[in-house]
């Protein structure tokens, strides 16, 4: 089965600052990444997709990179802001039965 | 639109008990999943359905768990007996169709405690 892996630990970023959050799997290559921001008390919430033959997606503040070569994703948020601190969940499909999977997040805080 | 609906919103029983959780996905909307989420496990896929019908239930924990959508609009997930390690937040989610291109749309969740 996939195995997705994110950090674990908490990240803490400056305002103003770039944070980046990693988002690794192991086994197949899926066709579709995506990420989901997740506030406390509240459902995920999406916010980005990328295919597999997309290096890069934008939207806004936010930079998304698929390296299926090393199985990775990086997702980027520029000139951050307390506002977008949450925890970001990234979420692999395959396309079979088995649905989105999603990893466990990553909680970001961005401190004033 | 409203979103997905879910209730309740909070959940307290005793083991044992009979535990039901109710879901309305977006109208329109031709899948809806149903998640668990724990500290432990992150958001696990329970069931799935397409079009009312289940497709995959591989993880449904036990035969203790058990999930229905009689319509487009309506979706249960049934938890009976229930005992303390079914404590965790549960989520519905619906997308326009089911496919790995699709985002999803969540719920606020059911946050269930089983003392």
């Known amino acids: 089965s996939q195995k997705i892996e994110q950090n674990s630990e908490a990240l803490n970023i400056q305002e103003g600052k770039t944070a980046t959050l990693t988002c690794n799997y192991t086994n197949y290559s899926p066709a579709y990444l995506q990420w989901y921001r997740q506030d406390p008390g509240r459902g995920p919430v999406f916010l980005l997709l990328?295919?597999?033959?997309?290096k890069e997606k934008r939207k806004e503040r936010l930079k998304v990179t698929f390296d299926t070569t090393l199985k990775q994703s990086l997702f980027h948020i520029t000139a951050s802001q307390p506002a977008d601190s949450a925890t970001y969940l990234c979420a692999l499909d395959r396309g079979g039965a088995d649905g989105l999977t999603f990893g466990k997040g990553t909680h970001l805080i961005i401190q004033p | 639109d409203a979103g997905v609906i879910q209730s309740p919103r909070h959940e307290v029983t005793e083991m044992g008990q009979e535990v039901t959780l109710r879901c309305k996905p977006i109208s329109g909307h031709n899948s809806l999943f149903w998640y668990r989420q724990t500290m432990m496990r992150g958001l696990e896929l329970l069931i799935y359905?397409?079009?009312?019908?289940?497709?995959?239930d591989s993880g449904m924990p036990e035969d203790r768990f058990s999930a229905k959508m009689p319509n487009a609009s309506f979706s249960t997930l049934k938890i009976q007996p229930s005992e303390p390690r079914d404590s965790a937040v549960y989520f519905c989610a619906s997308s326009l169709v089911r496919a790995p291109s699709e985002k999803l749309f969540f719920g606020s969740g059911t946050q269930l405690s089983v003392l």
């Open positions: 990328i295919r597999e033959n997309e």
């Open positions: 359905f397409n079009n009312n019908v289940p497709i995959d």
